[in-house]
């Protein structure tokens, strides 16, 4: 019922940066929690960061933090995530999540929403 619409893929060289967006026309996310995840082709899905409702705390997955930087601006209502020194296997579909639970550990992270189409991050030259 909540529509997460997320934005700010595309194609991109090795060694470029993207900043995708997560937003809901419908819906205040700054009351929540909130999480990226991404799947690459032939994965499963897995997560790359979390962020608390005030933006206080943030996590990463394993192997994430360092080029990943997630934030959010909850005067404009919206989440996003940096990704600096892109690498070919970063290619994945990334999605955004309303979650009931932050926590250092991604296999801890409670998801209140339902997944949107996401947005494609394709690297590659």
């Known amino acids: 019922q909540v529509r997460l619409v997320e934005s700010g893929g595309g194609l991109v060289q090795p060694g470029g940066s993207l900043r995708l967006s997560c937003s809901a026309p419908?819906?205040?996310?700054?009351?929540?929690?909130m999480g990226w995840f991404r799947q690459a082709p032939g994965e499963e899905r897995e997560g790359v960061s979390c962020?608390?409702?005030?933006?206080?705390?943030?996590y990463y997955g394993d192997s994430m933090n360092g080029r990943f930087t997630i934030s959010r601006d909850n005067s404009q209502d919206t989440v996003y995530l940096e990704i600096d020194r892109l690498k070919p296997k970063d290619t994945a579909v990334y999605f955004c999540?309303?979650?009931?639970?932050?926590?250092?550990?991604?296999?801890?992270?409670?998801?209140?929403?339902?997944w949107g189409q996401g947005t494609q991050v394709t690297v590659s030259s």
């Open positions: 419908t819906f205040t996310l700054s009351f929540w929690s």
């Open positions: 962020i608390s409702a005030n933006g206080e705390f943030t």
């Open positions: 999540a309303i979650l009931n639970s932050c926590e250092p550990a991604t296999t801890r992270w409670t998801r209140y929403s339902s």
